[in-house]
């Protein structure tokens, strides 16, 4: 048997970098029976040593917080990397850690998509990033153009209407709930973002902000789409005439409308909502963190989002009529909820 953190070749792996040599597997020392952790051979990848690199120069102008122009993001950790890849983010280059292995999904999503792959000695690493935690894995890519209300307007999911929402953890978590979800976008108004490609954001949402078309509009560019296109909006509201279960009886495209915990939706907002919604909480709480109102919103609709967008559609004869979409229904009465201020 091999002592404990023998370093051993995988029967049949195949290459990840190098066409010579295979994928390298290590003993876990931990347990009686022996486990084996693949990891990538980082011998195979070429090693910034010097600060003279064009590369450090560009790592170190991309985490300045005072650019005005921002043409390119640092994404960090392994799994925003590859969500963003996945995405069909624009990548320049991405690079890991000298001193430890590159995770095996990374590597995966850069040889598909030909990005290329470099590690940073630990010297470099320390000048690049000076705080206690450094990521293992990072890359550089450039920012896509901003999505537009005619892009919006092509999809088929639930929007998700953030109005004033300003706190990027809630941001991102709502995010990547929408995706999973199967939301068709968001729209975030007033929300102090300029970019979606907002580093915190980026963390925040683990990569998923560019999987999904996000907007930034003021709120008169928001409300004049709304009005435009007459998608049904829905707000969130403490007193809301609607159940959130009732949300599962709509067959239709809506507008999830959350504002902020402090200070609600806005009364322009409001003024051309068709309903209002509230989700039953005990009332000595005073109310749910929007992110958890996102998920429940988005956990009623997952019928119209995710299992019927996934049926093939059924063929019509010409002269068959289409079935009537089932509306909203109003109920007598509903519990109170987290939502707007009035």
């Not at 370093?7 to 994928?23: C, E, L, Q």
């Not at 968001?186 to 979606?196: A, C, F, M, P, Y």
Request: hydrophobic content about 40%; some cysteine.
């Amino acid at each position: 048997m091999d002592p404990p953190g023998q370093w051993g070749s995988i029967p049949g792996a195949y290459p990840r970098i190098g066409a010579a040599n295979p994928v390298r597997c290590r003993r876990s020392a931990a347990g009686p029976h022996p486990v084996w952790v693949r990891v990538v051979v980082v011998a195979e990848l070429d090693v910034i040593t010097e600060r003279s690199d064009p590369a450090v120069q560009r790592i170190i102008d991309v985490t300045k917080h005072s650019r005005s122009v921002v043409r390119t993001v640092l994404i960090e950790d392994a799994e925003p990397l590859v969500q963003a890849i996945h995405a069909g983010l624009e990548f320049i280059e991405v690079y890991g850690v000298q001193t430890s292995p590159l995770p095996d999904e990374v590597i995966t999503a850069c040889r598909r998509e030909g990005i290329p792959v470099r590690l940073v000695a630990a010297p470099i690493m320390n000048d690049l990033f000076r705080t206690d935690k450094k990521p293992k894995a990072f890359g550089i890519a450039r920012v896509p153009r901003p999505w537009s209300f005619d892009e919006l307007s092509r999809t088929t999911g639930d929007l998700v209407v953030l109005d004033g929402v300003k706190i990027v953890g809630n941001i991102g978590a709502i995010v990547r709930t929408s995706f999973a979800l199967g939301a068709g976008g968001i729209v975030l108004v007033d929300s102090d973002l300029s970019t979606i490609a907002d580093r915190r954001l980026i963390r925040a949402s683990r990569g998923y902000v560019f999987s999904l078309p996000i907007v930034l509009a003021s709120r008169a560019e928001a409300t004049g789409y709304f009005r435009r296109t007459g998608i049904p909006l829905i707000a969130f509201d403490a007193d809301g005439d609607l159940a959130v279960s009732d949300l599962r009886d709509a067959d239709e495209q809506l507008a999830l409308l959350l504002g902020s915990e402090k200070t609600g939706t806005s009364r322009s907002f409001e003024s051309i909502s068709q309903h209002s919604v509230s989700i039953p909480i005990d009332p000595a709480a005073e109310s749910l963190n929007v992110s958890v109102c996102a998920g429940i919103a988005l956990y009623e609709r997952y019928h119209w989002n995710l299992a019927d967008r996934r049926r093939p559609p059924q063929a019509t004869a010409p002269n068959q009529q289409q079935p009537a979409k089932r509306r909203v229904r109003r109920p007598a009465s509903s519990s109170g909820g987290p939502g707007r201020r009035r």
